[in-house]
């Protein structure tokens, strides 16, 4: 029999895939370039030059039992220690390499993460606006639960987080810089957060992990800095990946970093060995994860991702939508200028704009604009932009 589960998951489409759909189609009608394709969060500005040099040249002349072999389960042990010693250098947190466990992508990571601490029947609750994909993440594992957003400024709407927690949280699920906000959590919420864990820890006798994904963590504007949660928080499992800071989504690596000053750090590392086994996960490849080794403090030349939020945010809040400035990653989330986000975006599609719903990031009346799109384009869409505001909402 079929698992009746997955089967009804089919029914829950990606609304982002979906409109990444319809912008294909509507390409092949009337040109890709003439559509406002704002769906996908696939990073846009080239892998650095030295990543690809370096891929070619282990791909062509590296030890092949080292490329093309197979990956011990937990990384390639030189990978890990290079990754914690990355790590303890700029954030000043004692990683080991037996600290990191290398996986695909930050999906890949999550997968281990919540595998390590949540029990059948246990709560792992996120705050709104979050990204979709955490439904179906966690859907075999735990109830995910969302706390309502602080729509102010998108930090954490701490009343509500209050008044959701209770004994069966074993997790807290956070991501900064946000997706689909752009906002990243300010010191001040990092530590109010830090220390309401800790004292519920206490009075739950048990554990309650920060379990932070932070594929974003290097796409920062304006001096921006975001507060590293291991800093603050001892039981925290950082989720982190290469596809957006290096632009490499199809090469399918990042690491699971377990913090140093979690009691079962370890043992959490050797469980995501464990649990690889038992969803077939097993290694990424050994090549990505070598090359990545080589370039563990550099990224793309991302400039490109602040100089197209700085073109929106302008033109959006003179046309008078409610926008809080995004600090961080390439999303933009304003308020919609109708109740119903969805039938704001759709039509927006009348004029080539294509912009996703915010009610499958648990905020409903909101909607994101993915600006990993070139420069140019993000001009040409400014007009079309006022020109569908103008026409549809006049009395805004
Ligand atoms: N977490 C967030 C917030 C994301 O936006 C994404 C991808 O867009 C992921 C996780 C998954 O990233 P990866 O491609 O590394 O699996």
Redesign the pocket.
């Known amino acids: 029999m079929i698992v009746k589960e997955y089967a009804e998951m089919l029914n829950a489409k990606s609304v982002i895939r979906e409109m990444s759909a319809f912008a294909a189609e509507r390409g092949k009608k009337i040109g890709y370039e003439n559509v406002f394709d704002y769906s996908l969060?696939n990073p846009s500005v080239p892998v650095p030059e030295k990543l690809r040099t370096k891929i070619a040249k282990l791909a062509l002349e590296g030890n092949p039992m080292e490329v093309y072999g197979y990956s011990p389960t937990l990384g390639i042990p030189a990978v890990r220690e290079k990754v914690a010693a990355s790590l303890k250098k700029r954030f000043g947190v004692p990683y080991e390499g037996k600290h990191i466990f290398m996986t695909s992508?930050?999906?890949?990571a999550?997968a281990h993460a919540f595998r390590c601490v949540l029990n059948k029947g246990d709560e792992i609750l996120t705050f709104a606006p979050y990204?979709s994909?955490y439904g179906p993440y966690t859907k075999p594992v735990a109830d995910l639960r969302v706390v309502p957003a602080d729509t102010e400024k998108f930090q954490i709407n701490f009343e509500a987080f209050a008044s959701m927690m209770n004994e069966k949280v074993a997790a807290v699920l956070v991501?900064s810089p946000n997706?689909p906000s752009g906002t990243v959590y300010s010191e001040e919420t990092i530590q109010k957060m830090a220390d309401f864990l800790r004292k519920k820890q206490e009075e739950y006798g048990h554990d309650i992990y920060i379990i932070s994904?932070e594929?974003y963590r290097e796409i920062l504007f304006d001096g921006t800095v975001v507060p590293y949660i291991p800093k603050y928080y001892e039981n925290t499992i950082v989720c982190y990946?290469f596809?957006k800071s290096i632009s490499l989504?199809g090469g399918r690596i990042?690491y699971v970093a377990v913090s140093p000053a979690c009691k079962d750090a370890e043992l959490l590392i050797n469980m995501c060995g464990q649990i690889s086994r038992g969803i077939g996960h097993n290694c990424p490849t050994s090549l990505m994860q070598l090359a990545v080794a080589e370039i563990l403090d550099e990224t793309s030349d991302m400039s490109v991702y602040e100089k197209n939020m700085n073109l929106l945010y302008e033109t959006l809040t003179d046309l008078g939508f409610t926008c809080v400035k995004p600090k961080g990653t390439f999303y933009i989330f304003p308020k919609a200028l109708e109740a119903d986000a969805t039938a704001f975006c759709k039509k927006a599609l009348n004029y080539d704009l294509v912009l996703v719903p915010g009610d499958g990031f648990g905020c409903p009346g909101y909607f994101r604009m993915a600006y990993c799109i070139d420069t140019e384009k993000v001009e040409r869409s400014l007009p079309v932009l006022r020109k569908f505001v103008e026409a549809e909402y006049p009395s805004r």
């Open positions: 969060g992508g930050a999906a890949g999550l990204f994909e991501n997706n994904d594929p990946s596809s989504p990042g």
